[in-house]
């Protein structure tokens, strides 16, 4: 997982730490469903917000849905689970 900050340069002159907007990059091996999706977003958000001190409303998160295919561990290209 990755969290970036990101601000709107229109406003940099006026940005401090208390108006960052954080934004979160959640990359996975395979599919989620809504409601994990929800449920994690969920999760992170209270995390983030309990933790940074920021507004939930300012909180983003992507995730990235990979195939297994599209990433490799050691060298090795992950394979499906069985049954999916």
């Given at each position: 997982m990755e969290m970036h900050?990101?601000?709107?340069?229109?406003?940099?002159?006026?940005?401090?730490?208390e108006n960052i907007?954080?934004?979160v990059n959640?990359?996975?091996a395979g599919?989620?469903?809504?409601?994990q999706k929800?449920?994690?977003?969920?999760?992170?958000t209270d995390v983030i917000a309990e933790t940074a001190g920021k507004p939930?409303?300012?909180?983003?998160?992507?995730i990235d849905e990979l195939p297994h295919?599209?990433?490799?561990?050691?060298g090795e290209l992950l394979q499906k689970p069985a049954g999916k």
């Open positions: 900050f990101s601000s709107s340069k229109k406003n940099q002159e006026f940005n401090n730490k907007m954080p934004y959640i990359r996975v599919t989620l469903s809504k409601e929800a449920k994690i977003c969920r999760g992170v939930k409303d300012s909180i983003l998160i992507f295919e599209s990433i490799a561990k050691g």
